[in-house]
């Protein structure tokens, strides 16, 4: 691995570069003109390093899904990411300090995916892919719960030997992830009934009020102790201070660890009742990914890692989080799946989101290890 490594070290400006390009190419989720750009710029990153051409999956409202394909062998490995970020454009601006490189989506998780880009280039560089299919799935909805990607994620994934995915690194430790919760979105609508704060309240049914009643049934569905979390993320009502609201709409985020949780908390959610006479309650959302389990297969390719590491000259531990990914999808098909193989830092979705340059070489050498498999002892 030391000759896979120093290449990656030897190109690490250019490695940097592509970064720089790529995260330059702003892309928040629902914005499918500037998804779609970023798309072509990953695409002409995939052209000039690896020579390959993508399958693009058209979408009608979401960005394009982009996928690749290298050699042609029985064992497919598949290196899973996604284009798409938090930020509108011009929210954030990347710059560069103190080793760290700022910018909108650069941790989460551009870097990892050009990564895994050199990672593959290095590999084919050596001659080194004989035998191997390696298969890029790029997705373009992932942090909106990727409503138009999982099953495309899932039918490109099905019978591969193995699913590393290229996002970010536990935040401090550079941590690996060998399980997620699952995830839920959903959306409440209260319509009540206006009128005039002063003159006649009586004869509103003011949905703020009905709001507050349902925030606080919806939390009383938190179970920590089952690593259940149930968060209102976003609470609106009404439109004037003297008018009684007719209107509110809540946003809700679930995380589960089993599949009972989710079915329980899905049930709690779509059978909520008005508590107030009058109000009528529209509920939408669901389940959207599955718990990430950890299995004998996802551990044996987490020791794995922690061989090539060390190889490289560092160590890795693996970690449960709570945030879900596309590796969520891919590991409910019994494949196994490991997480946080792309770039380290911290701040993801957060205004100081970053990665740490030094680490981009090693990390991507990392991931071309654990696409060598048993053949990962590359040395000189």
């Known amino acids: 691995m030391k000759t896979i490594k120093n290449y990656l070290q030897q190109h690490a400006d250019e490695i940097l570069l592509d970064i720089r390009e790529l995260v330059a190419a702003e892309s928040p989720s629902m914005n499918k003109a500037a998804v779609d750009r970023c798309g072509e710029v990953l695409q002409a990153l995939f052209a000039k390093r690896l020579g390959v051409v993508a399958e693009i999956d058209e979408q009608p409202h979401y960005g394009n899904h982009l996928k690749f394909t290298l050699g042609s062998g029985d064992e497919q490995t598949v290196l899973l990411g996604h284009f798409d970020t938090v930020w509108d454009e011009g929210e954030l601006v990347m710059r560069e300090e103190e080793g760290k490189l700022y910018g909108p989506g650069v941790l989460d998780m551009k870097a990892g995916l050009v990564q895994a880009i050199w990672a593959v280039r290095a590999l084919q560089q050596h001659d080194l892919l004989a035998g191997k299919r390696i298969v890029f799935l790029c997705g373009s909805d992932e942090e909106v719960g990727s409503p138009s990607s999982s099953a495309w994620l899932s039918q490109h994934a099905l019978g591969s030997a193995q699913v590393l995915v290229v996002e970010p690194a536990v935040a401090g430790s550079g941590a690996l992830k060998t399980a997620r919760k699952g995830t839920g979105q959903y959306e409440i609508t209260l ?190």
């Open 191 to 380: 319509n009540g009934l206006a009128a005039h704060a002063g003159n006649n309240p009586e004869e509103g049914i003011s949905a703020v009020q009905e709001m507050a009643h349902q925030i606080m049934f919806l939390h009383s569905l938190n179970a920590p102790e089952r690593g259940t979390t149930v968060n209102v993320g976003i609470a609106r009502g009404g439109n004037r201070i003297n008018v009684v609201a007719d209107k509110a709409v809540l946003g809700i985020d679930t995380r589960v660890t089993s599949e009972a949780e989710a079915e329980r908390i899905h049930a709690e959610i779509s059978q909520i009742t008005p508590h107030l006479a009058g109000i009528t309650l529209n509920i939408s959302g669901a389940q959207s990914r599955p718990p990430m389990r950890q299995t004998p297969e996802s551990l044996l390719l987490m020791e794995r890692a922690q061989q090539v590491a060390l190889q490289l000259g560092f160590e890795v531990e693996g970690k449960a989080v709570g945030g879900g990914s596309d590796g969520n999808f891919t590991a409910a098909l019994g494949i196994p799946t490991l997480d946080g193989l792309g770039a380290t830092g911290a701040g993801i979705h957060a205004r100081h989101e970053h990665i740490i340059i030094a680490d981009i070489a090693p990390r991507a050498a990392l991931v071309a290890g654990l696409i060598l498999g048993g053949d990962a002892h590359v040395s000189g």
